[in-house]
Every structure is written in structure tokens, then in C-alpha cells.
């Protein structure tokens, strides 16, 4: 579809109140979209239907499903739009947000010192006023803006409109392939990748990488983990290591390889039921779909190859795979009655400085204040 065309089927689709999601995966050209054909709230309890699933980060909450077989889908090749300078410096937050989230913070560090609880991702929405949310004009800029994150807007009349532009992968699986990513600490970008970290952010990266394959090792076989590497995403670097494996001939469903994950310590903690008893006990909002999951299900990835046999040239082999990219929801906004909720937060350990915290959840809120 040609860009307008694809932007003016969005903006029909939106006008007539029935869901959507339009996508691009990171360092992709293409945009995809799924429009629902109705406006039911369809859930998946297994993971096991193709599908557009926007997941909670309460893993107790419902899965919202777009299902492929109530869906038409449409993609623009190619995306063409202004980039936006990335500027983390300009924006401030309101000074009692600060005082409460820091005093939510020292909390947390008290109990770090005093209990099994190693690290404890804490989080807070900032809020700005918008009167007149122009949706496809903020998802254009942060197309342009974030190519290397997976950028999205989704929408249900019966949930809301969301938008975002993660860095962050939670699963992909390519037939028997899967691959996932520990990605933790922050810093603001100046220029330049090559950078130092200090303990705490490589201790708080190194939980993450540790969780992931204790908890994967069940599934899977083969477990494999990259060298760790600084990445950036939009104003910010983060540490990385990727992780990748391949799937049991046995092994016992989607669900269960996302319930190994899902929360990880990169957005909840370490042991997981503490750092989830601390959060839903001291962050004084509902998270919602804000760290929780969404992606692509089941779709079907058709892929040819040349074979060049003696006596039969040329012949297409065509295969069709199985993928699933499933992706966490970070850098992202919520859109509500005339303001948009804009949510942000970070890995607290014992090390933890809270003023510096803060700053980072400062920094973080400019990846979305910076397109709006
Ligand atoms: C929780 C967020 O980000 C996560 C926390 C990070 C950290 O603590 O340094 C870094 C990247 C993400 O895994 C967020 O952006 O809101």
C-alpha cells in the first residue's frame, strides 16, 4: 500500500471506533497493520492463536488478542518521514512526582539491604496535557525518529490508544529458533557508544542475563549468550547481551516459554513474586499494558529458496515458518481524556543512587515528550 493510502485506511479504521495495530519492526522498513473486523475484546489464555497480543504487566490480567482470522492485514513498504533530533536535556518533571518517587525509591533500597530482594524495577507515569491528539501525526514522528526500536500504535475502543518505542526484545521465534535479549542500565547518549558502566549497572544487567537462562533452560536446548554490548536507543545507551537457543522437540508451548520471561528483573525484579509484591504494594498507579508485552503470534512467514540441482534448475522451494515477535512496553504512552500518560522507570539495587534514579526516569520520559 502506498503511505497515504495505508495512513488514510488507520485513520478510517480509527474514525469508525474499531481496533488496530500499526507497527514496524526494529531496523525494518515496513509497517504492518492488523484491522480488526469487529469491536469485540477478543483474549488469549495460552498464546496459542495467531494473532496481535497486547499483554498486562500483571501476568494475573487478561491477554488482549486481535485475531488474525477476524482481521484484515495491510503493510506500507517503506516509511518515509522528517527524523527528529533526539534531545534528552530540555524536559523536567513536576518536583512532588520527584519527592514521592524518590522516598518510593529509599523504600525500596531499605528493603533490598534487609530481605532477599536484589533488585526492583520502580516506575511512575508522568503526565502531560494534550488537547488534541493528532494520533497518526505523533506514530509518523516516532517512526521517523526511532529506527531501531519497535515502534507502534495500538488501539481498541474498549482498552484505549496506546503508542510507544521500545528497545527492548521479549521473545522471537523463527520455526525452531528462539531468541531473546537482557537488556538493563541506563545512560544518557553524548555521541558516542563507547562508553564505561559502572558496578551497579552491570551487576542490575547481569541479574537480567542470569534470570533469563535459568529460566529458559527447561524449554530449550542449545542456550547460547552474546558478549555484553552498550546499545543505544533514541537518547540513551543501555547494556545488552542476546540470547538465543533452540526449542525442545518437546517442549511445552508458547505460554509457558512466555511465563519463564515475562516479567523479567528488566521490568520487575529479582526473586520475581518479591519484586512483584513490592510494586503492586508501593507504586501508587496501575501499570496496566505499560512493561507488559505485545507482538506478532503465530503469523506465517513464507520464504522461497533456489535450489540449483543437476537437472532440476531453478527450482522453488517454498517453506512457510511459524514466527513470533513478541517485544516489551517500554518508552510508551497512553492517550486519556485531553492529557497522555507517559510511563518510566529503572532498576533499583542496593547500590541504587535515587537522586540519579530519578534523572533517569527524567531521561527516559524525553524519548516521548521529545515527539509530542
Ligand atoms: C523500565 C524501563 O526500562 C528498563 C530498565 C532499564 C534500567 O533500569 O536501566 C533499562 C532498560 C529497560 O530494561 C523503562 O524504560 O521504563
Redesign the pocket.
Known sequence: MHQDDFFESLNAQFQDALPFVAYRKPNEDRVNAVFQNDDVLYETKDLSEAGFVFAPFDDSSKMILMPLDQAEVGYCDHFEGEELLTDTSKFSSSSDQKVEYINTIEQAIATIKDSDLKKV?L?RPDYMTNENFQVFEVFKRLLSTYKTAFVYCWYHPKIGLWLGAT??TLLKIEGQRLSTMA????QVYKGTTDVSWGTK?EQ?QQF?TDYIVSNLEAEVEQISTSERRTVRAGGLL?LQTQISARLGKEHSGLLKIVRALHPTP??CGLPKAEAKAFILNHETYNREF??GFMGELHFKKRQTRNTNRRNVENNVYATVKSVTNLY?N??CMQVLPNKVAL?????ITKDSNPEAEWE??VS?TSTMKNIL
Open positions: 524495577v516506575s528497545p527492548e537488556l538493563a542500565g541506563t549497572e542490575e537480567v543501555h528488566a521490568v505499560y512493561s516489551v517500554l518508552r510511563y518510566v522507570g529503572g532498576g533517569e526516569t527516559k
